[in-house]
């Protein structure tokens, strides 16, 4: 089945520590983004990566990295320097960049909590 | 002012109704448009993308008016799965960082 999957589904992390949430995607996607979403709020864009090897901050990046090694993988961490980390995190891939359409497809999403 | 504004709600409707949402975009450029539709505690998945002056698919119609900057989508004939929140979202022509969302309008049908 093809499809963006994430991991893990529920994550709880200590204050201090760094985490990483996983996102893959088999479909031959070029780009790949990082939203997050609180209670009663629209998406805010993260990172995102329009290829490989390369990636761009979005509106809330700080505390946060990102690595493209690969085109099917797009983990992203939270950082200790996060201060409001607990939140529900959604990755999305579309086609390409540019042009008409390009609608983005989402993971299942990972929910983030710091104790 | 947000780049992309919806009505939260929430809407609550009974079962048959039609129920519509708008949303209002600021920016010009803007070239692309979808609605997208949120259960609770889960992923965002796509409705509908917006083209020209508008569309329909079955029960769900979507218009846009470019000249008043607005978008939006009917919903006739509501079902209790229609209950949801839907987000609506924006791409500026040229924007890598590709699409802006609304906080999205929740949605209630009820029986």
């Known amino acids: 089945d093809g499809g963006i999957t994430q991991s893990p589904k529920y994550l709880f992390r200590k204050e201090g520590q760094n985490v990483t949430l996983s996102c893959e995607q088999n479909l031959n996607h070029d780009a790949m983004y990082w939203y997050r979403q609180d209670p009663g709020q629209g998406l805010r864009l993260i990172y995102y990566?329009?290829?490989?090897?390369?990636?761009q901050k979005g509106d809330i990046a700080e505390g946060y990295s990102v690595s493209r090694e690969k085109k099917e993988s797009f983990p992203l961490t939270v950082t200790s320097a996060q201060k409001n980390p607990t939140a529900f995190y959604l990755c999305?891939?579309?086609?390409?960049?540019?042009?008409?359409?390009?609608?983005?497809?989402f993971g299942p999403g990972t929910r983030l909590t710091v104790l | 002012r947000k780049e992309v504004e919806q009505d939260p709600g929430p809407f609550n409707v009974p079962e048959g109704a039609t129920v519509a949402f708008n949303c209002t975009y600021s920016n010009s450029a803007s070239q692309s448009f979808f609605w997208y539709r949120q259960d609770c505690r889960k992923e965002p998945k796509l409705l509908m993308s917006v083209y020209s002056s508008g569309n329909e698919d079955g029960r769900f119609t979507a218009q846009l008016n470019r000249a008043s900057q607005y978008i939006s989508l009917l919903i006739r004939d509501s079902k209790l799965s229609d209950s949801a929140t839907y987000l609506c979202?924006?791409?500026?022509?040229?924007?890598?960082?590709?699409?802006?969302f609304g906080s999205g309008t929740q949605l209630t049908v009820l029986p």
């Open positions: 979202v924006v791409r500026v022509s040229g924007s890598a960082r590709q699409l802006t």
């Open positions: 990566s329009q290829i490989v090897n390369d990636f």
């Open positions: 999305a891939s579309s086609p390409r960049t540019g042009g008409i359409g390009n609608e983005q497809f």
